[in-house]
């Protein structure tokens, strides 16, 4: 069964830490791996990871796939209250259509 | 702003009403999605449209009907739902089905009474 798997479920940290967030899947035809930053209302798009190795970066936040050992690292460096939200991995693969699938997120507070 | 508009933010509703949700686009995307997100759970695709056209359908049930009339607006008509259908319900597009990032609207928060 195709499947994606986010954790920790939940993460409380101290402002200016650092968290490392992790998402594993198991998918055939595997095609792309997005991570999305969801605090109140719509999910907001972070990254797209289609090869091993490559880090992607974007102020405080990078992410990097492996995709021989089937997973992401999100990493944010430095956290600030702004942070806290809920982190959103998908895995975009093909069976008979192209299909995307959700993690269930991980929920990260950042404490002043 | 996201680009992507829904009407209404919030429904509440009882479990013989018909009622509609909106979804418009200003991105010049192709593609668009219907989502459910319940607490704890992970987002649920349920459709699926590309240039008009639904490409998928999640086995939802058929009190869900959606409508596409163009690459900009898209629909979710409800009829004779259930209390488990409450929900947050996203609108996505993407300008290819394939390989783009999704835009996401605010969603509708559904409560069925």
């Known amino acids: 069964e195709d499947k994606v798997v986010q954790s920790p479920l939940s993460l409380v940290v101290h402002e200016g830490d650092t968290v490392t967030l992790n998402c594993s899947y198991e998918?055939?035809?595997?095609?792309?791996l997005l991570w999305y930053k969801q605090e109140k209302k719509a999910p907001t798009f972070l990254f797209m990871l289609?090869?091993s190795g490559i880090e992607k970066k974007s102020g405080r936040l990078s992410s990097i796939l492996d995709k021989k050992e089937l997973f992401s690292i999100l990493n944010i460096t430095a956290t600030q209250t702004g942070d806290s939200a809920v982190y959103l991995c998908?895995?975009?693969?093909?069976?008979?259509?192209?299909?995307?699938?959700w993690g269930a997120g991980t929920k990260l507070i950042i404490k002043p | 702003e996201t680009g992507v508009t829904q009407t209404p933010r919030h429904l509440v509703m009882g479990m013989t009403n018909k009622k509609s949700l909106k979804c418009e686009q200003h991105?010049?995307?192709?593609?668009m999605y219907w989502y459910k997100q319940s607490a704890k759970k992970p987002l649920e695709l349920m459709f699926v449209?590309?240039?008009?056209?639904?490409?998928e359908n999640n086995s939802v049930p058929s009190r869900f009907s959606p409508e596409c009339p163009n690459s900009s607006h898209l629909f979710l008509h409800l009829h004779t739902l259930q209390p488990e259908d409450s929900a947050l319900y996203l609108c996505?597009?993407?300008?290819?089905?394939?390989?783009?990032?999704?835009?996401f609207g605010d969603g509708t928060r559904l409560s069925i009474l």
């Open positions: 449209y590309n240039f008009k056209e639904q490409t």
């Open positions: 289609t090869s």
């Open positions: 998908a895995v975009e693969f093909r069976d008979s259509n192209y299909q995307l699938i």
């Open positions: 998918v055939t035809n595997f095609r792309s």
């Open positions: 991105l010049g995307h192709n593609a």
């Open positions: 996505a597009s993407s300008y290819d089905r394939v390989n783009q990032p999704q835009h």
